[in-house]
């Protein structure tokens, strides 16, 4: 087997790893799992992680599986949080293990018949027939409470560290049933790894122990690794995987193909550094000539240009690829003949996220003053004496064009028969939609 703890170490997608995982991931294809909670109906790119560790497993030779938690999910992981995750009913849980097997589907080859085809499973297949009373006999009989407490994730509850109000047993409970999950599918499929996030070490690690205590009688079958991967995070401290509109999601419907392209444009060098390791599957001598290109000519943005196109092309397609590249071109350039050839659509993505008013299409038949459409039309600017200031200073533009205090908005003025942009400076811009 070619070395995949070797190929993710140099990606920067190791944190931890139990002694003997990279030698048994060498020694024979090897069945590996990671779970998906079912918080939301979609995922957003703090799940790319764990799917992009799915898919180097298919390539390297492994069998991936993916988890999704109908079980779990109606518990709540307790790591990371420091107070009751709200429980959602039954009926939105079932519409939400729908919506992440459908993402999944997109990355991964479920209908694969090869032996290390990937399988997607849903733990409340086989939790839901489970007694308290048998769960605490044949499960919670193994693991001592002790144990549980020495958990990271549980500590911190406890002790009331980051404002933490306790935790019910139900939360409690999550790493036994999660170690549960790891033990069956050990017993039905021989799955001897799981794979996650570096917070979910010890809900991890309590799998490995219940496999090897549930199986101490058999020596061959006890055998069970765990390896997390870093929580990502942006070279300033913040929270990865949002933007200024909240959550950058895998679904277009939720977060437009151009909007994701901005996002991973938009990256910082340092961190466009890390996350082209983390995020594409370029090569090590691939990924190395353009950090070199990148840091001979850094206003060129090499590597984030690479970093946006292949995931766009890995998460949407080379159509939406090239739509997001002509819209972005068009914004920003100097004139406006492409962004009038832009759709409504189209537009209303460009526009995300900068400042909108509606004005009614009908006040253009007389046309509005400039002053006005500043001020107590948009509300853009405070007042019209700031309105005046901004136009003496010449730093107000109508569709990129530079204008005075005598200009009027008229019909012929609008982008797509609709939409007007301002813009006050370089950087601040508004959009007056125009009904």
């Known amino acids: 087997m070619k070395n995949l703890v070797e190929e993710l170490r140099w990606r920067g997608l190791i944190h931890d790893m139990m002694p003997g995982t990279e030698e048994q991931l060498v020694k024979e294809s090897t069945t590996v799992y990671i779970g998906f909670d079912p918080t939301s109906d979609s995922l957003h790119i703090g799940s790319l992680v764990p799917i992009i560790l799915l898919m180097h497993l298919r390539n390297f030779g492994h069998k991936p599986i993916a988890l999704v938690g109908g079980a779990t999910g109606m518990i709540g992981d307790p790591s990371g949080k420091s107070n009751e995750r709200n429980l959602l009913d039954e009926a939105t849980l079932n519409h939400n293990v729908e919506g992440i097997k459908r993402v999944l589907s997109r990355f991964l080859d479920f209908n694969a018949t090869d032996a290390a085809a990937p399988i997607l499973v849903n733990n ?24 549980m407490m020495a958990k990271d994730s549980v500590k911190k509850r406890l002790s009331g560290d980051e404002g933490s109000e306790g935790m019910s047993f139900t939360e409690f409970t999550y790493q036994l049933i999660q170690g549960y999950d790891f033990y069956h599918l050990n017993k039905e499929y021989n799955c001897l790894l799981q794979m996650g996030g570096s917070d979910q070490w010890g809900n991890i690690t309590t799998g490995t122990e219940l496999v090897r205590r549930m199986n101490v009688d058999n020596e061959e079958r006890s055998k069970a690794y765990a390896m997390t991967c870093p929580l990502i995070t942006k070279a300033d401290g913040s929270k990865f995987g949002k933007s200024e509109g909240g959550n950058v999601w895998l679904d277009a419907d939720k977060t437009s193909p151009y909007k994701f392209y901005q996002f991973w444009l938009n990256t910082t060098d340092i961190d466009a550094e890390k996350y082209i390791k983390i995020f594409t599957f370029l090569d090590q001598e691939t990924v190395e000539k353009l950090i070199a290109e990148h840091h001979e000519a850094p206003h060129l943005r090499v590597l984030q240009k690479r970093l946006a196109e292949e995931l766009m092309l890995l998460v949407h397609s080379k159509e939406d690829l090239e739509s997001a590249i002509f819209a972005s071109g068009a914004f920003f350039s100097k004139d406006m003949t492409d962004l009038k050839t832009l759709s409504e659509k189209a537009l209303l993505e460009v526009f995300e996220g900068i400042p909108m008013a509606e004005v009614a299409l009908s006040e253009l038949e007389e046309g509005i003053d400039i002053v006005s459409l500043l001020n107590e039309k948009t509300g853009f600017l405070s007042s019209n004496g700031e309105a005046r200031r901004s136009l003496k200073e010449n730093s107000i533009s109508i569709n990129k064009e530079k204008v005075t205090e005598a200009f009027v908005l008229q019909k012929s003025d609008l982008i797509g028969n609709q939409f007007v942009l301002v813009q006050k400076g370089k950087k601040n811009y508004f959009v007056v939609n125009c009904k």
Do not use: E, L, P
């Not at 839901?128 to 048998?134: L, Q, V, Y």
């Open 124 to 147: 409340y297949d086989w939790m839901k027939d489970f007694s308290f009373i048998n769960f605490a006999r044949d499960v919670g009989k193994r693991i001592t409470v002790n144990y």
